[in-house]
T-cell receptor, first 109, second 115 residues
Framework: GQNIDQPTEMTATEGAIVQINCTYQ??????LFWYQQHAGEAPTFLSY????GLEEKGRFSSFLSRSKGYSYLLLKELQMKDSASYLC??????????FGAGTTVTVRA | IAGITQAPTSQILAAGRRMTLRCTQD?????MYWYRQDLGLGLRLIHY???????GKGEVPDGYSVSRANTDDFPLTLASAVPSQTSVYFC??????????????FGAGSRLTVL
């Protein structure tokens, strides 16, 4: 089976930086996704990593270390609209996505 | 607007009743998926279809069935609903199924309560 762990909740102040960690143990590896999900809405794509290293996309960056089974999502210059759940998902050998339980980030003024 | 349409948005259902959740996409995506989302458990794959005419079982398929008669539609049926099937159900689609870079587009979800 797949085992994907991420913290349940994080709180940060507007303008700050927050790092959401994700560790995984899965049946093979074909990439790692981060999705954002606002309360009551559908998940939306944020980033995809398949090689080790950092992928930067505006205020959001995602890092992957395949040897450590580890990824993080970095949110910079936090805004109130960033309050949401962030879902780590791993693509396994059969190309199916397995999701972690999600990290709820609350941004406070 | 291109995307995925799910219906109903919300439904309360008596245990033992049959229920079909509808999902339609207009992006001509080959692959479609049904997930359920429960607090503390995240999204779990119920069934999937890599292309029209084929379906497969995901992580939690028991009590659910699907069909894929054409590219656009992927209905999920609960033959005899039970309270443990109370959840939010998300339909998703992707352009291909045999690639790691397989970005999923999700529908808005269907909230189902089984009493």
């Amino acid at each position: 089976g797949q085992n994907i762990d991420q913290p349940t909740e994080m709180t940060a102040t507007e303008g700050a930086i927050v790092q959401i960690n994700c560790t995984y143990q899965t049946s093979g590896f074909n990439g790692l996704f981060w999705y954002q999900q606002h309360a009551g809405e559908a998940p939306t794509f944020l980033s995809y990593n398949v090689l080790d290293g950092l992928e930067e996309k505006g205020r959001f960056s995602s890092f992957l270390s395949r040897s450590k089974g580890y990824s993080y999502l970095l949110l910079k210059e936090l805004q109130m609209k960033d309050s949401a759940s962030y879902l780590c998902a791993v693509v396994s050998n059969d190309y199916k996505l397995s999701f972690g339980a999600g990290t709820t980030v609350t941004v406070r003024a | 607007i291109a995307g995925i349409t799910q219906a109903p948005t919300s439904q309360i259902l008596a245990a033992g009743r049959r229920m079909t959740l509808r999902c339609t996409q207009d992006m001509r995506h080959n692959a479609m998926y049904w997930y359920r989302q429960d607090l503390g458990l995240g999204l779990r794959l119920i069934h999937y279809s890599n292309t029209a005419g084929t379906t497969g079982k995901g992580e939690v398929p028991d009590g659910y069935s699907v069909s894929r008669a054409n590219t656009d539609d992927f209905p999920l049926t609960l033959a005899s609903a039970v309270p443990s099937q109370t959840s939010v159900y998300f339909c998703a689609s992707s352009d291909s199924s045999g690639s790691g870079a397989n970005v999923l587009t999700f529908g808005a979800g269907s909230r189902l309560t089984v009493l």
